[in-house]
């Protein structure tokens, strides 16, 4: 079979799993290291032509990571095209095998079931979770908002996510609003904006600042079960 993947988190999934069914991937896909297959472009602008010539059975997408246009333009190109949507950490298990097994007609690996066993081994979540601010992006400031995988971890995670009832889900916020919106922490991921401890802490002068792996919030894949270990310590 010959699959082509729009989306990082998936590829890595695919690779882990059986990595001589790609055949293509986005600029943006990283993991893991050395991947030998052809290069079609970016998650928001794939090069239809360069994916259609590579002649795949199957072209892996997200519904929030690609666009329709471009999921509308290999239809017509005469693809298969399965779109995943993942918003919650269920989603994800569910969509993850799916994408696999019914996708891709591989056996259900076992490193998703590891995934799955460690985070229903973590313990609760705190009846008192502490607020937080999630910021993704700076100039202009931009922080998690509503119905978000990420959301959805830090949730699972004890941390509950100020902003979580926004209407909208990438919402555009101040940096003195998101000081006063009595968040007790704000939560700093490497990507997609690039935050580091010289690099965002400095605009949160009153709030303690947690500097964590965006794969490891972001991604959903063979990293869920890395991100079940060191997220919680990397939260205190």
């Given amino acids: 079979m010959r699959v082509v993947s729009l989306v990082p988190s998936l590829t890595e999934a695919v690779a882990r799993t059986a990595p001589g069914l790609l055949v293509g991937v986005t600029d943006w896909c990283t993991h893991p290291a050395g991947l030998a297959a052809a290069r ?3 998650t928001k602008n794939p090069d239809v032509a360069a994916i259609a010539a ?3 059975d199957l072209v892996i997408a997200n519904e929030e990571e690609n666009r329709a246009p471009d999921l509308d333009a290999l239809r017509a190109a005469g693809l298969d095209v399965l779109v995943t949507e993942v ?3 269920d989603q ?6 799916h994408v696999l097994v019914d996708g891709c007609g591989l056996a259900r690996p076992r490193w998703l079931d590891t995934a799955e066993a460690a985070w229903t081994a973590l313990p609760a979540p705190s009846a008192s979770p502490r607020p937080a ?9 931009m922080v998690l908002g509503h119905d ?6 830090l949730a699972r995670l004890g941390i509950r996510n100020v902003y979580a009832d926004h209407p909208e889900r990438y919402p555009r916020v101040p940096v003195d609003e998101l000081n ?6 704000v939560v700093l991921p490497d990507e997609p904006y690039r935050f580091t401890a010289d690099d965002g802490p400095e605009a949160f002068p009153i709030l303690p600042a947690a500097l964590v792996d965006g794969r490891l919030l972001t991604w959903y894949g063979p990293s869920l079960t890395e991100a079940a270990r060191v997220l919680p310590s990397a939260l205190r």
């Fill in 148 to 153: 978000t995988f990420a959301g959805d971890l």
């Fill in 87 to 89: 918003r919650t950490l």
């Fill in 133 to 141: 601010v999630v910021p993704i992006w700076r100039r202009p400031w």
């Fill in 54 to 56: 590579l002649a795949p």
């Fill in 180 to 185: 006063a919106s009595g968040a007790e922490l």
């Fill in 40 to 42: 079609i472009g970016g």
């Fill in 92 to 97: 994800a298990f569910t969509e993850l095998h």
